[in-house]
């Protein structure tokens, strides 16, 4: 079958959403070797998510909801792997 578009996983949650969006603005990535999120402390990313959520709210939730979301998420990120030797 031809597929013409990229088709994006399903989010089932608004932290879900958040999370998404901070991935594919840069501002978190996932450790390779151990899956936790780590914030990538880059304030350029951090804006095009926040552009995003005030821009692109999922269905159902107010921009300012999702703003909320997406400072709640990084508040809870860390900068480093809690598993990773050397970075605790």
């Given at each position: 079958m031809l597929m013409t578009k990229e088709r994006r996983p399903a989010i089932r949650t608004l932290r879900g959403w958040a999370i998404s969006v901070l991935q594919e603005a840069g501002a978190i990535r996932e450790c390779e070797e151990h899956g936790w999120m780590q914030d990538r402390a880059d304030p350029?990313?951090?804006?095009r998510a926040f552009d995003v959520a005030r821009r692109?709210?999922?269905h159902g939730v107010s921009p300012e909801?999702?703003?909320?979301?997406?400072?709640?998420?990084?508040?809870?990120?860390?900068?480093?792997?809690?598993?990773?030797?050397?970075?605790?």
């Open positions: 350029h990313s951090r804006e692109d709210p999922p909801e999702a703003v909320v979301e997406i400072a709640e998420v990084l508040d809870g990120i860390g900068d480093t792997c809690l598993e990773c030797p050397g970075e605790t």
